[in-house]
T-cell receptor, first 116, second 112 residues
Framework: GQQVMQIPQYQHVQEGEDFTTYCNSSTTLSNIQWYKQRPGGHPVFLIQLVKSGEVKKQKRLTFQFGEAKKNSSLHITATQTTDVGTYFCAGLSLHSVTGGGNKLTFGTGTQLKVEL | KAGVTQTPRYLIKTRGQQVTLSCSPISGHRSVSWYQQTPGQGLQFLFEYFSETQRNKGNFPGRFSGRQFSNSRSEMNVSTLELGDSALYLC???????????FGPGTRLTVT
């Protein structure tokens, strides 16, 4: 079945350093979504990328969708303590690719810790 | 707009029992999806309902079922509970099927 791998699993950074998490799918995706989950909280939608090669920015966050629509990345510039949490990617595969119903598969997440 | 609400927030059940969880989506959202989150397996998709019909389904046994009502509210039922069913169950709503998921706070289920 469809798999979405995410690396690294954990990342500790000093405040002000940059951070990147990578997401790779075993199948071509219709779109990729990114979520952030704070400790003890629930996932919060950040962004959705649909087009091949798409790049979107939200303040210090930059999201990219690969040309082949099988990989994506999230880059945070100059991390702050408010960035602490687990970042998940989620890939949507359509019925035509999976052979079954549409599938939204979440990556394993990257847990980010920011130290002062 | 009010966010996604889930009830109850916490639940303790015994092995073999059944449980029903409830989810009220954001007003106007017709798609409701359910997820199971555990430390070992991460976030796993259970199923999605759109306009009262199950549109998509993950790889969970038939003990996990759901339904959606005409007002888009959804319920999830787990029968014959097992210890491994202990998890955070999250509901998410969206305008369109499986796009931009807006999650509720979750129901923490503990099976003893």
């Amino acid at each position: 079945g469809q798999q979405v791998m995410q690396i690294p699993q954990y990342q500790h950074v000093q405040e002000g350093e940059d951070f990147t998490t990578y997401c790779n799918s075993s199948t071509t995706l219709s779109n990729i979504q990114w979520y952030k989950q704070r400790p003890g909280g629930h996932p919060v939608f950040l962004i959705q990328l649909v087009k091949s090669g798409e790049v979107k920015k939200q303040k210090r966050l930059t999201f990219q969708f690969g040309e082949a629509k099988k990989n994506s990345s999230l880059h945070i510039t100059a991390t702050q303590t408010t960035d602490v949490g687990t970042y998940f990617c989620a890939g949507l595969s359509l019925h035509s690719v999976t052979g079954g119903g549409n599938k939204l598969t979440f990556g394993t997440g990257t847990q980010l810790k920011v130290e002062l | 707009k009010a966010g996604v609400t889930q009830t109850p927030r916490y639940l303790i059940k015994t092995r073999g029992q059944q449980v029903t969880l409830s989810c009220s989506p954001i007003s106007g959202h017709r798609s409701v999806s359910w997820y199971q989150q555990t430390p070992g397996q991460g976030l796993q998709f259970l199923f999605e309902y759109f306009s009262e019909t199950q549109r998509n389904k993950g790889n969970f046994p038939g003990r996990f079922s759901g339904r959606q009502f005409s007002n888009s509210r959804s319920e999830m039922n787990v029968s014959t509970l097992e210890l491994g069913d202990s998890a955070l169950y999250l509901c998410a709503s969206s305008l369109s099927t499986l796009y931009e998921q807006y999650f509720g706070p979750g129901t923490r289920l503990t099976v003893t």
